[in-house]
């Protein structure tokens, strides 16, 4: 699906310039990369409702400045504090023959049949809701599928478990890019508390049983004595 967006060029520039534009239903923006920065300016309502879809975010976007078309990327928006209006946006030009960095949403797919959440009762905890990769333009997604049938209770699925598609690789998530958590079942808390509450009775009940029995000596040295005691008793009188 082809996003085209148009644009023309901004003349005016400055704080009060930019007012004046919002102001008139206009959007102060940019667009830079390969070739020359161009300062641009957009129609507010449009763009808005492009900016609530999904694949505007991940998807090669055709840009109609003034009647040149060129294919850019969605690289930053700016909206105000409290009312839904976009004071600012950027994008990038892209070049065809350069792996580029972006976002794309993560659609998890199985969620009801996965055996931690039909059998085990747990909850799927979602750590990630996009994924950093870098690809060749051509080969960009427009989300990367998360397939949860198999996901059992206490256990996660990693960026290493992903099925990426062909010429998309993950990008870094920190020291252990693979090893990442995308996403989990986790145990309902009452189970959890009972499983702590079994562990501890057990604890107790083998602690119990592993304590040693009084010494069978000790127990017939105590008999003479106690009934030795009572004639020792006589002869003091």
């Not at 003349?11 to 920065?37: C, E, F, H, I, W």
């Not at 990426?164 to 890019?177: F, I, T």
């Not at 079994?198 to 069978?216: F, K, N, T, V, Y």
């Amino acid at each position: 699906m082809t996003i085209e967006i148009n644009a023309t060029i901004r003349k005016a520039q400055g704080t009060g310039a930019s007012r004046r534009l919002r102001n008139a239903g206009r959007v102060p923006g940019v667009v830079y990369g390969v070739g020359d920065v161009n300062m641009i300016e957009m129609d507010h309502n449009d763009l808005y409702y492009k900016l609530r879809a999904e694949a505007f975010h991940a998807s090669i976007l055709t840009l109609n400045l003034e009647g040149k078309k060129e294919s850019v990327l969605l690289r930053d928006f700016v909206m105000h504090p409290f009312r839904q209006q976009v004071q600012h946006i950027d994008f990038q030009r892209v070049d065809a023959k350069k792996k580029m960095h972006i976002k794309v949403p993560l659609h998890f797919i199985n969620e009801e049949i996965a055996p931690g959440v039909k059998v085990g009762g747990g909850k799927i905890s979602h750590v990630m809701t996009e994924l950093d990769i870098a690809c060749l333009p051509k080969d960009l997604p427009a989300f990367i599928e998360v397939d949860l049938s198999h996901l059992t209770l206490g256990h996660s699925i990693h960026v290493s478990d992903l099925k990426l598609p062909k010429g998309v690789e993950a990008a870094s998530h920190g020291a252990h890019a693979a090893e990442a958590v995308v996403a989990t079942v986790q145990v309902p808390r009452g189970m959890a508390e009972a499983e702590v509450a079994a562990e501890a009775d057990a604890a107790a009940a083998a602690s119990a049983a592993s304590a040693p029995a009084p010494a069978a000596g000790a127990a017939k040295t105590a008999a003479p004595a106690a009934a030795a005691a009572p004639a020792a008793a006589k002869k003091a009188k």
